[in-house]
T-cell receptor, first 113, second 117 residues
Framework: EAAVTQSPRNKVAVTGGKVTLSCNQTNNHNNMYWYRQDTGHGLRLIHYSYGAGSTEKGDIPDGYKASRPSQENFSLILELATPSQTSVYFC????????????FGPGTRLTVL | GDSVTQTEGQVTVSESKSLIINCTYSATSIGYPNLFWYVRYPGEGLQLLLKVITAGQKGSSRGFEATYNKEATSFHLQKASVQESDSAVYYCALSENYGSSGNKLIFGIGTLLSVKP
């Protein structure tokens, strides 16, 4: 029933390894977002997308890539994971329009050792 | 750039007591941001609690209220009588529009509310 799902929910990775976080939405929303949440910071935008095939840089894109192969799926890719990328990652979707609400997934806790 | 400040990282309130969580904002790039309160219950994603898009207006939901005060650049969250089920993390946010395609949210650090029975 959940409209925005994320996988995995928890991940432990090694430094230098590749990590892919996946997000799926059944809202048929054009816009999707990836945020990270760290203690002492609000959610910060990493990448976002207007629709299938598009990705845009957010406020903190360094060290991350994104992929939007379809309307439903939006992935966040860490090609060379570092301990500083240990965080909780949230995916969200929203329709277009200036007052559109964002709908969030449950989050992925990533630990890079 | 634009920013949102929540001064309390954690608040503990006894059940049935009143609550206020402070939020102030700075919107240098846009004159009239949209303002939001999101809530995150344990194990779940963030969900919208309330939003206000017009200065001077009040939003309300589930007994919570917040008024968009443009002069004070504030959007404090209040509830007259909290319940244990209100225990969660509360995030204040503002939106920056990037045209007709949608908006980008700027979040405060979040305030963990613990309600004691």
């Amino acid at each position: 029933e959940a409209a925005v799902t994320q996988s995995p929910r928890n991940k432990v990775a090694v430094t230098g390894g590749k990590v892919t976080l996946s997000c799926n939405q059944t809202n048929n929303h054009n816009n999707m977002y990836w945020y990270r949440q760290d203690t002492g910071h609000g959610l910060r935008l990493i990448h976002y997308s207007y629709g299938a095939g598009s990705t845009e840089k957010g406020d903190i894109p360094d060290g991350y890539k994104a992929s939007r192969p379809s309307q439903e799926n939006f992935s966040l890719i860490l090609e060379l994971a570092t301990p500083s990328q240990t965080s909780v990652y949230f995916c969200a979707s929203a329709s277009t329009g200036k007052y559109a609400e964002q709908f969030f997934g449950p989050g992925t806790r990533l630990t890079v050792l | 750039g634009d920013s949102v400040t929540q001064t309390e990282g954690q608040v503990t309130v006894s059940e049935s007591k009143s609550l206020i969580i402070n939020c102030t904002y700075s919107a240098t790039s846009i004159g009239y941001p949209n303002l939001f309160w999101y809530v995150r219950y344990p194990g779940e994603g963030l969900q919208l609690l309330l939003k206000v898009i017009t200065a001077g207006q009040k939003g309300s939901s589930r007994g919570f209220e917040a008024t968009y005060n443009k002069e004070a650049t504030s959007f404090h969250l209040q509830k007259a009588s909290v319940q244990e089920s209100d225990s969660a993390v509360y995030y204040c946010a503002l939106s920056e529009n990037y045209g007709s395609s949608g908006n980008k949210l700027i979040f405060g650090i979040g305030t963990l509310l613990s309600v004691k029975p």
